[in-house]
């Protein structure tokens, strides 16, 4: 069974760049099948999707965080990761990896969140 | 963006007894290709979101059957038959019909 793994520093100093990695285990990132996501999830409050990677580097971005995000593959090491630039107090959350099946129907596209990582808390102060 | 609300945002509810959470959606959810991208999913406390119904009203493996989702169009509903105590926590509907993929605010399941 896939099992997902978030990992990167826990504390942020404001205006500087979070970056996380997620490492994807019991599963191949590169086969194509599926699509590979983030999303927060702010202390106490709901999920926001952040954006997701198909394993070819072809992104989207929500764009509500479009000009602050970027989603990098590496096949080699089955990871994907996340940098956030700028970030504020507001960035404090709880950020998790998922992966989406891919489906087809003369385009790519994703579809549900199947599998989800733990989590890993990223709190931004100085 | 595709606006999804939730209803009730909190939900008391006697175990063994049924309850049922709403989702609409601002815009149809039935893509291109036919289907329907809504799903739910359950968070229990200090736990990561874990898929429960995709596509309206498939369960996900390992789901138990208590648990059910129908809908079209713009409303949709999770029914859980009998409520039961491992059933506690937040439950979010999910479109990935659009992007960006958008969720609702999520529903309180507590025990009365």
Redesign the interface.
């Known amino acids: 069974q896939v099992q997902l793994q978030e990992s990167g520093p826990g504390l942020v100093k404001p205006s500087q760049t979070l970056s996380l990695t997620c490492t994807v285990s019991g599963g191949s990132i590169s086969g194509g099948d599926y699509y590979w996501?983030w999303i927060r999830q702010p202390p106490g409050k709901?999920?926001?999707?952040i954006?997701h990677i198909y394993y070819s580097g072809s992104t989207?971005?929500?764009?509500?965080l479009e000009s602050r995000v970027a989603i990098s593959i590496d096949t080699s090491k089955n990871q994907f990761s996340l940098k956030l630039s700028s970030v504020t107090a507001a960035d404090t959350a709880v950020y998790?990896c998922a992966r989406?099946p891919r489906?087809r129907?003369g385009y790519s596209?994703?579809?549900?969140?199947?599998?989800?990582?733990?989590?890993t808390l990223v709190t931004v102060s100085s | 963006d595709i606006v999804m609300t939730q209803t009730p945002l909190s939900s008391p509810v006697t175990l063994g007894q049924p309850a049922s959470i709403s989702c609409r959606s601002s815009q149809s959810l039935v893509h291109s290709d036919g289907s329907t991208y809504l799903s739910w999913l359950q968070q229990r406390p200090g736990q990561p979101p874990r898929l429960l119904i995709y596509k309206i009203s498939n369960r996900f493996s390992g789901v138990p059957d208590r648990f059910s989702g129908n809908g079209a169009g713009t409303d949709f509903t999770l029914k859980i038959s009998r409520v039961e105590a491992e059933d506690v926590g937040v439950y979010y509907c999910m479109q990935a019909t659009q992007l960006p993929h958008t969720f609702g605010q999520g529903t309180k399941l507590e025990i009365k």
């Open positions: 996501s709901g999920l926001e999707w954006g989207y971005y929500n764009p509500s998790y989406s489906k129907s596209y994703a579809s549900e969140l199947d599998y989800w990582g733990q989590g």
